[in-house]
């Protein structure tokens, strides 16, 4: 039995959720692969039995890197196919999503979970305590170790969404105001005069949306709004206009930079 997880990850949630269930899954050979350092020629799947993709709820959405990777993706009907989001408050339908741009492609999603994680959208809210935090990750474990036993018994038929007036308003009518507005919200990135030049911002972007120029970022409005440049900067140097000022910033405590780093 092979598994392989892909993941999605701006600041470390997903990627740290994808790692603890690939531990749990000791039935199988697990390996885990960053959605975006994968090329066309490796989207499809010859040898692996199960397929896992973990990936941050933008917007009550999918990253549309995500659509991107399921619309191309490869494999044959007999694969077991499960999903993974992470979120920090409501995740609309984003399950049902996923499912539907399976059933796109001729594949059936068998199960689909919703994990909340700390908050990473740091132009609205603060982080949060420590604390609180670790209430978050101690809730994390316990439900990994439940999905784990699900997924290890190839079991089908659970899809984890919100309430469907919840759907209705998020994922439906706030949600696709925003959502297609993402690649270009880059915008509103703000360079301040603490960059070095040190290109961790254009390494670590998952869209690889970032081209240096005379030694300073540019954005080219392919963003996915994940904050990984922002939230990773070693300097302070990025904002997302005024609103992450004086806000510290997040990533998940145990993900370093270099495990996200794609470039
Ligand atoms: C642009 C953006 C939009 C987000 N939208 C939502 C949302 O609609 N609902 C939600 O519950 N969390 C939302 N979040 C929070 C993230 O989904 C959550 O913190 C996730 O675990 C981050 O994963 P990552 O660290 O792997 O990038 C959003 C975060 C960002 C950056």
């Not at 959720?17 to 390996?31: T, Y």
């Not at 079991?155 to 007036?165: A, D, L, M, P, V």
């Amino acid at each position: 039995m092979r598994t392989v997880i892909y993941y999605f990850s701006g600041t470390g949630n997903s990627l740290a959720v994808a790692r603890d269930l690939a531990k749990q899954l000791n039935d199988s050979e697990v390996e885990l692969i960053n959605l975006a350092t994968i090329t066309i020629h490796e989207f499809k799947i010859l040898s692996a039995d199960r397929i896992g993709i973990v990936f941050p709820v933008y917007m009550w959405h999918m990253p549309h890197m995500v659509a991107t990777f399921i619309n191309k993706l490869l494999i044959d009907k007999s694969k077991y196919v499960f999903a993974i989001a992470t979120y920090d408050g409501i995740a609309g339908n984003v399950i049902n999503q996923v499912k539907k741009q399976f059933r796109l492609r001729r594949i059936k999603l068998a199960a689909g979970f919703l994990i909340k994680m700390p908050t990473n959208y740091i132009p609205l809210f603060n982080p949060m305590p420590v604390e609180e935090q670790q209430k978050i990750f101690a809730d994390k474990d316990q439900k990994i170790l439940i999905l784990a036993s699900y997924i290890k018994r190839n079991q089908r038929g659970r899809f984890e969404n919100s309430s469907i007036f919840t759907n209705l308003f998020f994922s439906g009518f706030l949600g696709k105001l925003g959502y297609k507005r993402i690649p270009a919200m880059d915008r509103y990135f703000i360079l301040n005069d603490k960059c070095n030049g040190c290109e961790v911002c254009y390494r670590i972007c998952p869209a690889k949306n970032i081209l240096m120029k005379n030694n300073c970022p540019q954005w080219t409005h392919k963003c996915e709004q994940c904050l990984a440049c922002l939230q990773w900067c070693p300097e302070g140097a990025i904002e997302f206009m005024k609103l992450t000022r004086n806000r510290k910033k997040y990533h998940h405590p145990d993900i370093k930079y270099g495990d996200l780093v794609i470039r």
